[in-house]
């Protein structure tokens, strides 16, 4: 028996992804909840994983496009592997009883023995219906042997006659109404074409959505660390022996933003059409960049966790983000963001909201700059923090309140709940 490996519902609003690369082949045994492939969808990648046991034939290539529900592959439940890791037929009588599954199949006027010993079902309907000669097909399965996607590229090639003569990449182009193929295309050197992945397709689409449909304005100021990274240098021996993970500078930076949040609950909101939605919980996006773009899981009930719970959710989240393991809820229902270009060396940025969100923090690189301190000049480590708001909701006066608050908890972290 087959069965229909198809593309699962991976979150709501998203309807297709991309097949990135298949973890078995085609022709390949498989068990029960070993992963099949990766699914990359313009939010997560997520392995896809077998429900059962036995022979796998793929339907769709890598960097194809699937959409939700479509079957990928199948798996012949009836074959299993054998000790020399070749595929057999399971044992139900092969020699008793005569093969009623061998059957005629009409190739180009005349009959042809086809053992579904050797064909799947799949394919020999293809090959009966199509009329190809299976004996002049080269399969791509284990051992040779012919999948599905081996004859309906066969019937395809059949369909559209002898292959036309290759053509130069910007003749290509131009066929095809200047849309790339699904692999890069180099153009004499000088550029190359590739398709956008899903992630950065929906980033993209995020970030004009964002600019065209809220009044964004964006405010600074300053913040001295010097208190923040004395108290992190004196605290950091007891806390790494405690907790058995480092303390960073996020987590100063959560806690802050949440009595900042405190202070001007209109930042801590959102608009919804003609209604005005003010959230009593504070669960804070952090943006964490990856090789893929970037993303921003969700810290939920920041208010209520102390500084190791936040730094093992920071940590937590980085390593599933890189390595496209994170999931879709953990991506959803943030209330406010939090982004750090500082580690990236940025100085000083306008960072875009995380619709449909009211407020997002930019942390920025420290700098030792001269600052004016009692009538003095004194060298201090300095941070520009940034504040973009929708000002729809949010008027300038209650802006520069929450960032002087975040600005007096970082340089006064007395004010914060220092529960180490």
Excluded at 225 to 252: H, I, P
Aim: net charge negative; aromatic share 4%.
């Amino acid at each position: 028996m087959s069965i229909e490996v198809k593309i699962p519902a991976v979150g709501e609003s998203i309807s297709s992804g991309i097949v990135s690369v298949w973890h078995k082949k085609s022709g390949e045994h498989v068990t029960a909840g070993e992963a099949l492939f990766t699914l990359e969808t313009d939010k997560v990648s997520t392995e896809i994983v077998a429900e059962s046991g036995g022979l796998l034939e793929t339907l769709a290539a890598e960097g194809q496009e699937v959409k939700i529900g479509e079957v990928v592959a199948t798996i012949d439940e009836t074959a299993k592997a054998s000790e020399g890791g070749a595929t057999v037929a399971t044992p139900e009588s092969a020699k008793e009883k005569p093969d009623p599954n061998r059957e005629e199949a009409p190739v180009s006027g005349e009959k042809k023995s086809v053992n579904a010993e050797v064909l799947s079902p799949a394919v020999r309907r293809i090959v009966s219906e199509e009329h190809l000669d299976p004996a002049g097909l080269s399969g791509t399965g284990k051992g040779g042997r012919l999948v599905k996607a081996d004859v309906m590229a066969a019937a395809e090639r059949q369909k559209s006659g002898p292959p036309e003569p290759a053509r130069p990449a910007t003749q290509l182009a131009a066929a095809n109404g200047a849309e790339a193929e699904t692999q890069p295309q180099a153009q004499d050197g000088r550029f190359t074409r590739k398709k956008m992945s899903p992630l950065r397709r929906k980033i993209a689409q995020q970030l004009v959505m964002a600019q065209h449909t809220a009044a964004i304005l964006t405010t600074f100021n300053e913040c001295d660390m010097a208190a923040v990274q004395e108290l992190r240098k004196n605290a950091q021996e007891a806390f790494t022996k405690k907790n058995d993970l480092k303390l960073g500078f996020m987590s100063f930076f959560i806690k802050a933003a949440v009595e900042g949040l405190k202070v001007v609950p209109s930042i801590n909101a959102r608009i919804e059409g003609d209604d005005f939605i003010q959230n009593h919980f504070y669960d804070i996006g952090v943006a964490v960049g990856t090789e893929r773009g970037l993303v921003v899981p969700v810290i939920r009930e920041a208010d209520k966790k102390s500084f190791a719970d936040l730094e093992r959710d920071i940590a937590g989240y980085a390593v599933k983000a890189r390595e496209g393991k994170i999931k879709i809820e953990e991506l959803q229902g943030g209330t406010f963001t939090i982004s750090n270009g500082g580690v990236y060396g940025s100085l000083l940025s306008t960072p875009i909201l995380n619709p449909p969100q009211s407020g997002i923090l930019g942390m920025h690189s420290i700098q030792q700059r001269p600052m004016a301190i009692g009538g003095q000049v004194a060298i201090r480590p300095m941070m520009y923090l940034a504040l973009s708001y929708d000002h729809r909701a949010v008027d300038g006066k209650e802006a520069v309140t929450f960032l002087i608050r975040v600005k007096e908890c970082i340089e006064d972290p007395t004010k914060l709940p220092l529960d180490f």
